[in-house]
Structures are given as structure tokens and as C-alpha cells.
């Protein structure tokens, strides 16, 4: 039996909630024994195979060069063996280094940094490697075995030393420690408790900063907070989602799940954004003692969701947030491991050690402007999702103005799981922390951890505190306890039989205040996506027309393609979180004269609801040979207002797609470097270009607009890297280039009546219609 449940919540929680929210606020193999399931080499790393960037630091993987193997004297360096790498510490500054395999062949040079360090990464697991020292005086380090993740644990790593209340470390498979911090409900001994885990390269190991461990501890759970590698007190070095920081993540749920305070030896994975999406990857290595996971405001591939959409690099958010992770994760990034190592932690101090070994992450993002499966899969979810094998619940918000709302594409790739559960819903990057979201993951979260009927009085009082402070509001309403009575065999046969896709419509008109958390009307569906949606098209025409047949002639409609004639982006306090409040303001701006082009359907005679992504389907003509396209969704009421829904990209010369991917209502490009090409001269060229998911209810009398022009003012902070030629850019809808639109509609949903307010949509601008000069002035 777990212990009775905490009500003790500090008024700060929301504080960690924004520390760990955003960034604003600072394979196949089966496991042997307890090993996790993976490639033996790293061949899925973010750098390539030649190269390891860092500040003083500089790595070469050798053709095979052989020569002497004659022993030499024993080194005074360190060295680090770990999987597919090894890392030097204690090296005099400016070493030249070497590393050699097993028949004395020289596999990779490099030379020590300012703090006498090195790592080489990619390295093929295996026994006998050596580094030796070059130049007069060479010494060498021998017997060196780089880790198989694939060999068995001893499984007294996860038991030796047990984890107790408060910061600790947590030593992993190749002796790194990581920092972590555990807060219990309550003593020990009175366990155990139902217990999750954050990790990340934030800072969840912080003891200074506990108020999220609060959260959890609130609703009855044991929380622990631990520092990926590389980052905080955590040794190694670090670089986004490698193997090494995969296979710590299995480590770290073993080593967790194995304490005595643990219920059932079981832990769940909590987290939203960067603790969200590590839960992906963690989970797809399929940790034994892993209960379930709760990944809130994701992405499903970091290329097209986030850093490049449609093949642009977006330098709003993803370039700052690599930038923000670079600071952190050098020496002493995050002031409180300094204040650690001050006060006498001093593996805290010996765990900066590899840090000047850190991959210069934008510069790396900067050269790799297409999509590389063999290092890109690797950062996309979406690739391996179909590994993990525990129940899952995910959610998240069209409009994310971080990590975007582009995840939804990967939801029908979690074939594994026997349960997964998502909540979708307009707003932005804390949406799914949201009232009504927040509700169903504690349920969630008490089935599945827990194992107990589940109750919200926690999360009533968890609620109290963080959404006046989150959203602005004083309305904390929660749902009411919908198991109240039942056993817990009876509750989770109720919530497994609920709908598993929930659709959250008009999320700001729900609550008593404007622009409060609380949906206008929910609809659930069996699958994502939607089995009941039917693809719908409407076509391009003249005087800015959205036509539901095709049109037989018609002249094409031209632009400037100028990224500068509008804001970069359309909320003017950037990356801040006063963006999540109510009533939050916009400057989402008419596109002016010349600079692009909208088309209008007709009066819509029904209701027509929308839900899941769409393509825009556009024949394009540039006068440069290549151009950088924008398409944006929105609906233009009968009383002159227009409220934005969703937007989509793309970088004609990425236009080829993966045909086997693609679908009418889906396009995806392959944005590989060998399937780049201009746009012809002189000719119109068919381009897909996708419009990011979402669902809206389009009212009777409403208008649905699309608009094409150069990317910006489209999304808050997002901005792009953009062609800026002044091309003109023409669209072609005519018989033979039958430009058009395709949605899914999904029809019998009962939508209420009424639009909402202009404004009380949480993450979607309204602003008053404007035409663009191809379509006609309103009457």
C-alpha cells in the first residue's frame, strides 16, 4: 500500500514548472541481462564519425594507419572508457593524443584541451584500445574496452548503493556519475512510494530548486531529479540525445526502480519539453523496471517539427535554445554546480572535467541544412517511438510556441505500446499543463504507477497555486472525481475504455475568465489519425478563390517574396512566459500590399470541422531558382474579424518528396542533400507544402482562407533564416496547374453554437480581414 497522499504544496511550485518547461526559463537486439536494446556502435550520433567540436578541441577518426606497437610507459592521464567512447582527463594542455585498437592501428588523433581533456566518440565497441601520448616522452594507457551497451550488466550496479532523501550521484554502466535529487512524501521506511523520474540537461538535479519535486510529492509520489551527462554536477561530456545519454537513461530507471522506498520496483517517466521528449528516447531502450510515461510538449523530429520546418532553419527559438544548452553545459554553465563545487562537492568539480569536449551545437545544426538519416533518425522520434513497450500518455498543443505542433505526426508509430493516450489541443508550450490535461495524466499516473483508484485532491491543490501563476487566471476548477468508489480494477477498466485521443476545441473559451485554460467543447477519437476524416479539397482561382471544384482556367497570381515586410514574429515580448497568461496580445499583422497572396472559399453553408494536418498544393514559379514559402490557415468570420490556426513551410528547392511517407493530406519531403534541386526557369513547378496539424471548427457563414507568402509574423517567436532575393514568385490554377487545398474534415461532430470571441483563443492571433491585393475587397 502506498502512503497516504501530501497536500503540501508551495506557493513557488510554477517556478520549476517554468525551469522545466522551456527553455526561456533557465536498436533491435534483444537485452542481454539487463542491458538495454541498441546498436553496438553509436553510428546514430549527432556528429559525424570525423569530428568532435569543442572549445581547444580537436578530433580526428584516422584512416587505419599502423606502426609500433612496443609498450610504452605507463601514462599519468586518465582515461574514461564509456559506450562507443573514450574520454582523457588529467592530459597536459595542448597533448597531442592517439588512440589505437587491439592490433596497434592508429583509429583516431587528437590533441588535450585547455583543461587537459579529450574525447573521441563513435568508437566501435571492443578490448585492447590504447592511448598513448605523441612526441618525445610518449606514454600510453593499455587494456582499454570501449562498452557494448548490448553486453550484460553487473547487476550490482544498481543496487550497491542505495539512493536516499536528497542530492546524490547515480553511477552509470562506464562509472560516470550523474547528479540527481530525491525527494520522498515521506520517511523512507514508510514506503514505499509510487516514484517518477525527470532527466534532462536542465537542471532537475538542483537541490536548490525542489518546488518541482514538490509538484510530485503533492500528488503521493517520490520524485527524483537527475542531470543527463554533461550537464549540472553530471560528468562526461555532453551532446543532445547521443547513445551514451540513451543508455544512462536505462541506468538511471534501473538504478531508481531498484531502491527499497520504490512501489513495485516500478518507476514512471514525468517531464514537459526537454523532460518530455528525453522520455521518448529513454523509453525505446526499453528499460525492465520502466512502469510508464508522461511526455508532455514534444516534438517528433527535431528536424522538421523544430530546427529546420520545411528545410528553413528557425533561429526564433531552435537557435537560441541550442545556444542557451551550450552555455549551460560548459564548466560551471549552471551557476548552482559552481556554489556546489565551492561549498566542497568535489565530484561536482571533477565532473566538469570533459565539459570544453562539448559539440558546438548550433555551429553543427548550421552546416547540416538537410536531413542526413544517419545522424538525423537518431533525433527523431518519430523513428524508433515503435520501440517502446510501456503505456504512454502525451500532449500538447498545436500552437507550441517552443518545440511547435508538429508531434501529433508520430502518434500512429507507437505500435508497441499496449496503451497510449494523447490530449491535443490549441494554445502554447504549457497547454498541457492545462486543468483538464492535468487531470487526466494524475489519473493516468495513479493507474499506472500508482496502481491505486485514482483521486485529483492533490491535484486540486497542486492546481490552486499553478494556474494563477501559469495562466493568469484564479479559476482552478479540475474535473470532478470521475472513479470515486470504484476499485482500482474497475477504474482502470473505465479509463481503458475511454476514447484514447481527446481533442480540446477553443481552449480559452472554457472558463470563467477569458482566455483561461478550459476548452469550449472536447471530442474523442479510436485512432490518430482520425479514421472518420475525409480528405477535402478545395482549388485556387482568380480573384483569390477557394473553389470545391477544379478550375479550368485562370491567370496566375504573382508576389515579392519579402521576409522583411512584416515582424519577424507576432508576440512582441519574444521568449517569455508572460505569453502563457490570458489575454495575451498580439502583433499578427495583414500581409502589405504586394508581398503575397490569399484565397477564400465561399460562405461555408455547414459547420466544418477540421482535424489532423493538411497539404497546400501550390504550382510555383520563381524568377530566383529558389524561394522560401509560407502557408497559413485561418478563418475570416462574417463580422470582418480573421483568426489564425496554423501555418506550414518550405524551402521550394527541398520540395522532393518520400512518396512512400506521403499521403493527400500529409507530404513529406525527404529534405536530403542529393534530392535538392532549383526550380526550373521559366516554368511552373508542382510544390507540396505541409500545414502543420491541428483542429478548428470553421462556423456556418465563416470563410476559409489561405495565404502564401515569405515566412514570418506567422508564430510567436518562431523566426527563419530565410531567402531574401526579392524574388517574384508566381501560383499557377489553371486546368493544367490545379493548385489546391486539402483538409480533413471530419464530419457528425456537434460544434456550439456561436464563434468565439476575437482574442479568447488561447495561442490564435484575431485580427481584422484585410484583403491581399489578388482577392477581392469585402462588400
Known amino acids: 500500500m502506498r502512503s497516504p497522499r501530501r497536500l503540501i ?139 557494448d551497451e548490448r553486453d550484460p550488466v553487473d547487476p550490482t550496479l544498481y543496487t550497491f548503493k542505495p539512493l536516499t532523501n536528497g542530492f546524490q550521484y547515480i553511477t552509470v554502466r562506464d562509472g560516470t556519475t550523474l547528479s540527481a535529487n530525491v525527494m520522498l512524501p515521506g520517511p523512507a521506511d514508510k514506503g514505499p512510494y509510487p516514484t517518477v523520474v525527470e532527466y534532462s540537461g536542465y537542471s532537475p538535479s538542483n537541490p536548490d530548486s525542489t518546488t518541482f519535486g514538490q509538484l510530485f510529492n503533492a500528488l503521493g509520489f517520490a520524485y527524483v531529479g537527475v542531470n543527463m551527462r554533461g550537464t549540472g554536477c553530471s560528468g562526461g561530456s555532453y551532446q543532445f540525445f547521443e547513445r551514451a545519454q540513451l543508455v544512462d537513461g536505462y541506468d538511471v530507471i534501473e538504478s531508481v526502480a531498484h531502491q527499497s522506498w520504490v512501489l513495485d520496483n516500478k518507476v514512471g517517466m514525468v517531464g514537459i519539453s526537454y523532460p518530455g521528449i528525453s522520455q521518448l528516447f529513454v523509453a525505446s531502450t526499453k528499460p525492465p523496471s520502466l512502469a510508464a510515461i508522461t511526455p508532455l510538449s514534444v516534438l517528433d523530429d527535431s528536424y522538421r517539427a523544430t530546427g529546420e520546418p520545411g528545410g528553413i532553419l528557425n533561429t526564433g527559438f531552435a537557435a537560441p535554445f541550442l545556444s542557451e544548452r551550450q552555455a549551460e553545459a560548459e564548466p560551471y554553465g549552471q551557476a548552482w554546480t559552481k556554489k556546489r563545487a565551492d561549498a566542497g562537492d568535489t565530484q561536482c568539480a571533477d565532473n566538469q572535467n570533459l565539459r570544453l569536449q562539448n559539440p558546438d551545437f548550433l555551429a553543427v545544426t548550421e552546416a547540416q541544412n538537410f536531413y542526413d538519416p544517419a545522424q538525423a533518425d537518431a533525433l527523431a522520434p518519430s523513428t524508433f517511438v515503435d520501440k517502446i513497450d510501456v503505456p504512454v500518455f502525451l500532449a500538447g498543443a498545436w500552437q507550441d510556441e517552443q518545440t511547435g505542433g508538429h508531434f501529433p505526426n508520430m502518434l500512429d508509430k507507437f505500435t508497441a505500446t499496449p496503451h497510449l493516450y494523447a490530449d491535443l489541443t490549441n494554445g502554447l508550450h504549457t497547454e498541457s499543463l492545462s486543468p483538464t490535461i492535468f487531470a487526466r495524466m494524475v489519473e493516468f499516473l495513479d493507474l499506472y504507477v500508482a496502481h491505486e ?43 481503458e475504455a475511454d476514447p484514447p485521443i481527446r481533442v480540446l476545441f477553443e481552449e480559452g473559451t472554457g472558463g470563467a475568465e477569458p482566455g ?73 499583422q495583414a500581409i502589405p500590399a504586394g508581398t503575397g497572396v490569399g484565397y477564400l472559399t465561399d460562405p461555408l453553408k455547414q459547420d466544418t470541422v477540421v482535424v489532423g494536418g493538411g497539404s497546400v498544393d501550390l504550382w510555383v514559379q520563381s524568377s530566383s531558382a529558389d524561394t522560401d514559402l509560407e502557408v497559413t490557415i485561418s478563418e475570416v468570420r462574417p463580422d470582418g474579424s480573421e483568426m489564425y490556426i496554423q501555418s506550414g513551410w518550405l524551402r521550394a528547392s527541398h520540395r522532393a518528396l518520400d512518396e512512400a511517407a506521403s499521403t493527400d493530406v500529409l507530404p513529406v519531403q525527404t529534405h536530403r542533400k542529393a534530392d535538392a534541386a532549383p526550380l526550373p526557369a521559366g516554368e511552373f513547378t508542382p510544390v507540396r507544402i505541409e500545414l502543420f496539424p491541428f483542429a478548428y471548427a470553421f462556423r456556418t457563414g465563416s470563410q476559409i482562407r489561405i495565404t502564401v507568402d515569405a515566412p514570418g509574423n506567422s508564430r510567436p517567436v518562431w523566426e527563419f533564416d530565410t531567402i531574401d532575393a526579392g524574388e517574384t514568385v508566381q501560383i499557377a490554377h489553371d486546368a493544367d496547374h490545379p493548385s489546391k487545398i486539402v483538409l480533413q474534415v471530419v464530419p457528425g461532430i456537434a460544434v456550439p453554437p456561436g464563434v468565439p470571441a476575437c482574442g479568447a483563443l488561447r495561442g490564435q492571433p484575431c485580427r481584422t480581414y484585410v484583403p491581399a491585393d489578388n482577392e477581392p475587397v469585402p462588400i
Do not use: H
Open 453 to 495: 483508484t485514482p483521486s485529483l485532491a492533490g491535484a486540486r491543490a497542486v492546481a490552486n497555486v499553478l494556474v494563477p501563476q501559469l495562466y493568469g487566471v484564479t479559476d482552478a476548477t479540475l474535473p470532478a472525481d470521475r472513479f470515486t468508489g470504484m476499485s482500482y480494477e474497475q477504474a482502470l477498466a473505465a479509463f
Open 516 to 588: 483561461a485554460p478550459y476548452p469550449g467543447f472536447t471530442t474523442s477519437f479510436d485512432a490518430w489519425p482520425v479514421p472518420e476524416a475525409v480528405a477535402t479539397s478545395w482549388y485556387l482561382g482568380d480573384r483569390g478563390l477557394l473553389a470545391t471544384k477544379p478550375q479550368t482556367t485562370g491567370s496566375p497570381d504573382s508576389y515579392t517574396a519579402d521576409p522583411t515586410a512584416l515582424p519577424k514574429a507576432f508576440y512582441p515580448g519574444g521568449r517569455s512566459s508572460d505569453i502563457w497568461k490570458a489575454g495575451t496580445q498580439y502583433d499578427w
Open 9 to 147: 504544496v508551495s506557493a513557488t511550485i510554477v517556478f520549476a514548472v517554468l525551469a522545466t518547461a522551456c527553455a526561456s526559463d533557465p536498436r533491435d537486439a534483444a537485452p542481454a541481462s539487463s542491458a538495454p536494446t541498441g546498436s553496438s556502435t553509436a553510428v546514430t550520433d549527432t556528429t559525424t564519425a570525423s569530428t568532435t567540436s569543442g572549445t581547444d578541441a580537436t578530433t580526428t577518426i584516422d584512416a587505419a594507419t599502423t606502426t609500433s606497437a612496443d609498450a610504452l610507459p605507463s601514462s599519468t592521464f586518465q582515461v574514461l572508457p564509456g559506450v562507443s567512447q573514450i574520454g582523457v582527463i588529467r592530459a597536459e594542455a595542448g597533448q597531442g593524443l592517439e588512440l589505437r585498437d587491439a592490433d596497434g592501428t592508429v583509429v583516431g588523433t587528437g590533441t588535450a584541451d585547455a583543461q587537459g581533456s579529450f574525447l573521441w566518440r563513435l568508437i566501435p565497441p571492443g578490448d585492447g584500445y590504447s592511448v598513448r601520448t605523441t612526441g618525445a616522452d610518449a606514454t600510453e594507457e593499455r587494456n582499454i574496452t570501449i562498452i
